[in-house]
C-alpha cells in the first residue's frame, strides 16, 4: 500500500505563511491526495484534495509534484488556531470497489504568537 | 446539521464485558468507517462499510465486530474487551467512492478497559 512521510513537528510564527511538506514516493495514478487536521480534543476535519493540479480553497492551498511523488500544504496565514496535527493521506481505491484510508502519523504544527 | 454523533463520549469498563458504540450520521453517505487513535501511532481504520450489509476490514479489526443493517448507523462492537483496546475511537462517513468526497468525522469516544 501506498504510504505518506511527514516530519513530526513544525514550528510558524502567527500571521506567517506555512508549507507542510508530504511524501508519497508509491502513490500510483488512481490516488486521490487528501489532508486532514485535527484540532486539540476533536476529531479530524477535511482541509482539502486534489489529484494532479494545485488547489485553493478558502483554507488553503495545496501544490502537488509534476511527477505527484509529493505535495505540500500551504497556510497562507498562520493563526493561533491552525495550531493541530496536519495529516496527509492516499484515499486507495482498487478496482475491486472498495477502498481503505491511510493515516500516517501526521505533522505536530504550533504556532508561536 | 450535517454531523456524525458517536456514543457514549467516554466510557470505563472491565476486561472482558461486552460493550457497543453507537455511531450515526445524518448525511446519507454510503461509507462509513471506524477509527483508533492512540499516542505516537496516529489514526488507525479498524473496519469501514461502503453500504448496508456491506463491510471489510481495516488495519486493526482484531478484537472487534461492526454491523450495517440501517444506512445511518454503524455500531462498534467489542465483545470482550481487553486493556489493550484502550483507546479514542472515531466514527467517520462520506459518500461512497469512487467519488471523492470529504470524510466528516464524529467527536470521537474514550474508552478505558480495566
Known amino acids: 500500500d501506498a504510504k505518506t512521510t511527514q516530519p513530526n513537528s513544525m514550528e510558524s510564527n502567527e500571521e506567517e505563511p506555512v508549507h507542510l511538506p508530504c511524501n508519497h514516493s508509491?502513490?500510483?495514478?488512481?490516488?486521490?491526495i487528501h489532508w486532514y487536521r485535527q484540532l486539540p480534543s476533536q476529531g479530524p476535519e477535511y482541509v482539502i484534495h486534489g489529484l494532479t493540479s494545485n488547489v485553493n480553497n478558502r483554507m488553503a492551498s495545496l501544490a502537488i509534484a509534476e511527477d505527484r511523488k509529493s505535495s505540500t500544504l500551504i497556510l497562507h496565514r498562520a493563526t493561533l488556531r491552525d495550531a493541530a496535527v496536519y495529516y496527509c493521506i492516499l484515499r486507495l481505491y482498487s478496482g475491486a470497489g472498495s477502498y481503505q484510508l491511510t493515516f500516517g502519523k501526521g505533522t505536530k504544527l504550533s504556532v508561536i504568537p | 446539521e450535517a454531523q456524525v454523533t458517536q456514543n457514549p463520549r467516554y466510557l470505563i469498563t472491565v476486561t472482558g464485558k461486552k460493550l457497543t458504540v453507537t455511531c450515526s450520521q445524518n448525511?446519507?453517505?454510503?461509507?462509513m468507517s471506524w477509527y483508533r487513535q492512540d499516542p505516537g501511532l496516529g489514526l488507525r481504520q479498524i473496519y469501514y462499510s461502503m453500504n448496508v450489509e456491506v463491510t471489510d476490514k481495516g488495519d486493526v479489526p482484531e478484537g472487534y465486530k461492526v454491523s450495517r443493517k440501517e444506512k445511518r448507523n454503524f455500531p462498534l462492537i467489542l465483545e470482550s474487551p481487553s486493556p489493550n483496546q484502550t483507546s479514542l475511537y472515531f466514527c467517520?462517513?462520506?459518500?461512497?467512492?469512487?467519488?471523492?468526497?470529504?470524510?466528516?468525522f464524529g467527536p470521537g469516544t474514550r474508552l478505558l478497559v480495566l
Open positions: 508509491t502513490i500510483s495514478g488512481t490516488d486521490y
Open positions: 448525511m446519507n453517505h454510503e461509507y
Open positions: 467517520a462517513s462520506s459518500l461512497a467512492p469512487p467519488r471523492v468526497e470529504t470524510q466528516y
